[in-house]
């Protein structure tokens, strides 16, 4: 290829991202118009809001639901077990010392690893 091929080719496609990114993706429906499949609106039903805050009641049911969360995890790699196992106690820890933030930051990292192995 030459300069001026690979020169045309990058004006189009940046020309391409441009109209894709003032038109949107041809082909998809807008979130909520109920034309696409694939495209779900968000869930109607009334179920009651998670309210979080840094206190140690909070802490404390983080570490309880990453502890049953692994209970009931029987697949999950060693690895893993031992990551969340060290997360999670240094959450309490930290919890534990006055750190809120950051004991519960820490139970989080475990609940997210559990869930993503």
Not at 17 to 32: D, Q, S, V, Y
Not at 86 to 101: F, Q, T, V
Request: proline share 5%; glycine share 6%.
């Amino acid at each position: 290829m030459d300069l001026i091929s690979i020169n045309y080719m990058t004006q189009t496609a940046f020309a391409l991202f441009c109209l894709t990114c003032t038109l949107g993706m041809p082909g998809l429906a807008k979130a909520g118009t109920g034309t696409h499949p694939a495209v779900t609106p968000a869930r109607t039903e009334t179920a009651p809001m998670a309210v979080t805050s840094d206190t140690l009641d909070y802490c404390k049911t983080l570490a309880r639901k990453v502890h049953r969360t692994l209970r009931q995890s029987v697949t999950t790699p060693a690895p893993v077990v031992n990551q969340v196992m060290y997360l999670e106690h240094e959450g309490e820890a930290l919890c534990a010392h006055g750190h809120l933030r950051s004991g519960i930051a820490q139970e989080r990292r475990a609940l997210v690893a559990l869930i993503r192995s």
